[in-house]
């Protein structure tokens, strides 16, 4: 199949398409995946094509979803399961973290659960606090879990497959932002492996590393620090873990300067870990401060303005990538 | 011997129940709503029932359903729908929206947006007002989707072990979002299930107020002596799961005869039939709740955002260390540096 143009939901829709076709043993269950096509249409129609024993609606029973999704990973099927906000992750996390990503560890190496468990996050919608989290550090802290978080369209498609042929539980956070996104598929070529970054924008000013919906806004940064002679580079991460530190190090040590850019809530974020193993790491080459610019600290207000202002903007990585190469103060400075 | 004149006043708060909903759809279509995520109770409005049996100093929680709940309990619509468009003279100042509706004044522990979120909290309710020994009642609103989440059992079996003043009422309008319940349950006897657990339970007829109301006013009288009760409404959901829903799993038939339960016109023919309102007197009620309801969509428009800075108040109490701001940490990492 050669390359097309399609939306980031209709990757992933492609992608569990392709999965199921090739291996009968991959399993959609969760909330509306079904008839429905799933509440962000993601799994429009695959339970036409397939039988409800394989596209499998299931009662509104989070716990349960991901309990069931464990055993049958256990016993021999692909389970994708999906959570449809990753905000209500916290009805599913005993089952995630104690069950899904120990078993390999506790038994000795016996019980893997290679299953995936899909879901989106991010603001966007006014969607307010309890479905607009971002709130991949839950599942960074949990040893055992695999995740990526794809920003592109290519990526949906890509990472997707690649989770399902992982041996342990991936859990694979989409952005409820990016859905209607249009981009380029090509089916046959990945930008790269499972796990390794993907240098979106070559530079040798500063390095900004990023992933999901948030590539975006550094990629708008970047064009705006191009006007006033910075030349950012942009490291769209991928997978979150494995983490390919060897990539962000390399691009460090070339600028001399880092910056995280996330939409999570700053405190405890993925952000914080990744800027901690560059200060450990490059701490020689460092110019200046490794810089966190994340979510605020508090909860998603419903309000847009308020919702827009809580989350990083183009120009605020702008502004401070300037402030990182002294090249002017910034306004809010 | 005096006439019993509350159907009049039922009618009228489902009349206004009706308005309100209408109104917020019409919010979503001027762009005024915070977002797409407001589920409509219309078809639902027999609720009134239960919060008529209520009394004043209950409390209560809904799920994301649950406008005409707060509205049956004495909300104040100009400050609901200013909240639905996130504005600042909203209940939540603009923070939680239509699906985090709450009012401490009025009973109302929060709407919320977690299937099942806010029934173990009527639980916590009954334990304080049995310690305090108050006589009030906590009663959880939800929908059927709920039922097959785990802690409504908890909270059941907990209410029922404890003897505690609560009321477990499920709005079961058919469908969670475009699951029809009898796609997301082995069995819908939901009443027996809470039976299995020691609660009294009751079925409620979703197209009478009246019959939903005196179901309810003994389960509340019993919920009030420690009895906690159940309590299983049926409707229809007239409209999609949320504004952007169309319902195409849902056959124009199957909408067609579910919009003919209609709550609210039974029970204006009833306050009609029995001589409480004349046709003129009951065109009056739904003219004042359409020229109500006007006022407040008209109000939460022009009502004031919230400043930006308000969003980090409340997360901790007032007194506390508000979170830092991105914009001043960074500055603070700035001025250092260049010190
Ligand atoms: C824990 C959780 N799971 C799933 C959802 C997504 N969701 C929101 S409403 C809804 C259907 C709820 O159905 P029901 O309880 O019957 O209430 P109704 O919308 O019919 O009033 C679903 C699945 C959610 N908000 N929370
Ligand atoms: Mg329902």
């Known amino acids: 199949m050669s390359a097309i143009e399609t939306t980031y939901r209709d990757a992933i829709r492609q992608a569990l398409l392709d999965a199921m076709e090739e291996d009968e043993n991959v399993i959609l269950i969760g909330e509306e995946v079904g008839l429905y096509g799933g509440a962000y249409g993601v799994t429009k129609g695959l339970i036409d094509l397939y039988s409800a024993n394989r596209v499998i609606d299931a009662p509104i029973s989070e716990a349960g979803i991901v309990g069931t999704a464990v055993g049958a990973a256990m016993t021999g099927l692909r389970p994708v399961a999906e959570l449809m906000y990753v905000d209500f992750i916290g009805l599913v996390m005993d089952q995630l973290a104690n069950q899904a990503a120990k078993s390999r560890y506790m038994f000795g190496g016996q019980i893997a659960v290679p299953m995936v468990l899909r879901t989106q996050g991010g603001t966007g919608r006014s969607a307010a606090a309890q479905h607009s989290q971002s709130l991949e550090a839950w599942m960074l802290h949990t040893p055992g879990l695999r995740l990526a978080m794809p920003a592109t369209v290519n990526d949906a498609y890509h990472l997707l497959r690649d989770a399902l042929r992982q041996p342990d539980p991936v859990v694979f956070i989409e952005h409820k932002g990016l859905y209607t996104m249009k981009g380029t598929l090509d089916p046959e070529t990945p930008d790269a492996g499972w796990g390794t970054p993907v240098i979106r924008r070559d530079g040798k000013d500063l390095t900004i590393v990023t992933y999901s919906r948030m590539l975006h806004e550094a990629m708008r940064a970047a064009d705006t620090m191009a006007e006033a002679g910075i030349d950012a580079e942009v490291i769209d991460l991928r997978c979150l873990n494995p983490l390919d530190e060897a990539a962000i190090f390399a691009s460090v040590q070339r600028t001399g300067r880092a910056m995280i850019v996330t939409e999570a809530a700053t405190a405890g974020s993925a952000a914080s870990e990744i800027a901690a193993r560059i200060g450990e790491s490059c701490f020689d080459w460092l110019e200046e401060p490794v810089v966190r610019i994340g979510g605020e600290d508090i909860p998603i207000p419903v309000s847009p303005s308020l919702e827009k202002g809580s989350i990083p903007s183009a120009q605020l990585i702008a502004e401070a990538g300037l402030w990182l190469m002294r090249k002017e103060t910034p306004a809010w400075a | ?339």
């Open chain 2, 1 to 339: 011997m005096t006439t019993n004149t509350a159907p009049l006043s039922r009618y009228r708060t489902m009349r206004r129940i009706r308005s309100f909903e209408e109104r917020v759809g019409e919010l979503f279509l001027r762009g005024e709503s915070a977002g797409s995520m407001l589920h409509l109770s219309i078809g639902e409005e027999a609720v009134v029932g239960v919060t008529d049996a209520m009394q004043k100093g209950d409390t209560f929680t809904t799920h994301h359903r649950g406008h005409g709940v707060f509205l049956g309990r004495g909300a104040d619509p100009a400050r609901m729908m200013a909240e639905i468009g996130g504005k600042a003279s909203g209940y939540c100042r603009g923070k939680g929206g239509s699906m985090h509706i709450a009012s401490h004044a009025l009973g109302h522990l929060g709407a919320n947006a977690i299937v099942g979120g806010g029934i173990p909290h009527v639980v916590g309710a009954g334990l304080t007002y049995r310690n305090r020994g108050t006589r009030q009642v906590s009663v959880a609103f939800f929908g059927d989707g709920a039922m097959q989440q785990g802690i409504l059992y908890e909270a059941m079996n907990m209410a029922a072990l404890w003897k505690l003043p609560v009321l477990f009422v499920c709005l079961n309008n058919q469908y969670g979002m475009g699951t029809r319940v009898d796609r997301s349950a082995g069995r819908l006897a939901f009443g027996e299930r809470a039976e299995s657990f020691g609660l009294a339970a009751a079925h409620g007829d979703g197209t009478d107020v009246e019959q939903v109301h005196d179901v309810a006013s003994q389960l509340v009288v019993g919920a009030r002596d420690g009895r906690p009760g159940f309590l299983e409404i049926d409707s229809f959901r007239f409209y999609g799961h949320a504004r952007m829903d169309k319902s195409p799993y849902r056959t124009p038939e199957e909408e067609e005869e579910g919009r003919k339960r209609d709550p609210v016109l039974k029970a204006r023919e009833r306050i009609i039939a029995e001589g409480l309102a004349t046709e003129d007197e009951a065109t009056e009620i739904d003219t004042d709740a359409a020229e109500e309801m006007d006022a407040a969509l008209e109000s939460a428009v022009t009502a004031a955002p919230p400043a930006l800075d308000t969003m980090f108040e409340d997360v901790f109490a007032p007194g506390t260390p508000a979170p830092r701001p991105q914009r001043d940490r960074l500055r603070a990492i700035l001025s250092e540096d260049a010190a």
